[in-house]
Every structure is written in structure tokens, then in C-alpha cells.
């Protein structure tokens, strides 16, 4: 699945757990664009060790049905197109 351009300073802050807070990573997170939340949604609860974070998640989804929520009809379309692309469990 192709995502849109992901800063590197971006994916810094998402995963460098050891110096963030939830709450700095969900920030993070809610920068992404549609598809990318999608993505990284998806490969949070395939992950035996990170599906364990119920917070985590529940945060995660959270914050993208609030990104969905404002999102242009453009921006939905192509989430839309993404998501038939993916499965979320």
C-alpha cells in the first residue's frame, strides 16, 4: 500500500519511545495524513507486541476518527480507496 511522504523528524516521534510520551506520539500520529493513520493502525494491531497497548490503540482510532471527521471529500475519497486496500482487524 503506497502512503504519502512521511517526514523522517515525523516517524522520529512516533517511535522513539524512550524519550516520548503517549500523548507526544498520538500528537505525532495526528499529522499523518488519512492513509498513513490507516497504515500505521493496521500494523499496530498486527503487532503481537504493540497490539497489547489497548490505550495505545483506542487513542490511535481515536484520533483518526477525528482527522475523518474534518477531512475535505477529496481527502476522503482517497481514504476510501486506501481502505479498501487494507484490512483492519
Known amino acids: 500500500m503506497s502512503v504519502d511522504y512521511i517526514a523522517p523528524s515525523l516517524l522520529k516521534k512516533l517511535f522513539v519511545t524512550t524519550m516520548s510520551s503517549l500523548?507526544?506520539?498520538l500528537e505525532a500520529f495526528r499529522?499523518?495524513?488519512?492513509?498513513?493513520q490507516l497504515a500505521l493502525i493496521a500494523s499496530t494491531r498486527a503487532n503481537p507486541v504493540l497490539a497489547k497497548n489497548q490505550e495505545y490503540i483506542a487513542g490511535l482510532e481515536r484520533i483518526h476518527a477525528e482527522c475523518l471527521e474534518?477531512?475535505?471529500?477529496q481527502q476522503r475519497v482517497a481514504y476510501e480507496k486506501a481502505k479498501g486496500n487494507l484490512?483492519?482487524?
Not at 474534518?70 to 471529500?73: I, K, L, N, Q
Open 23 to 25: 500523548e507526544k506520539r
Open 31 to 36: 499529522q499523518l495524513p488519512l492513509r498513513a
Open 70 to 73: 474534518a477531512s475535505t471529500s
Open 87 to 89: 484490512t483492519l482487524n
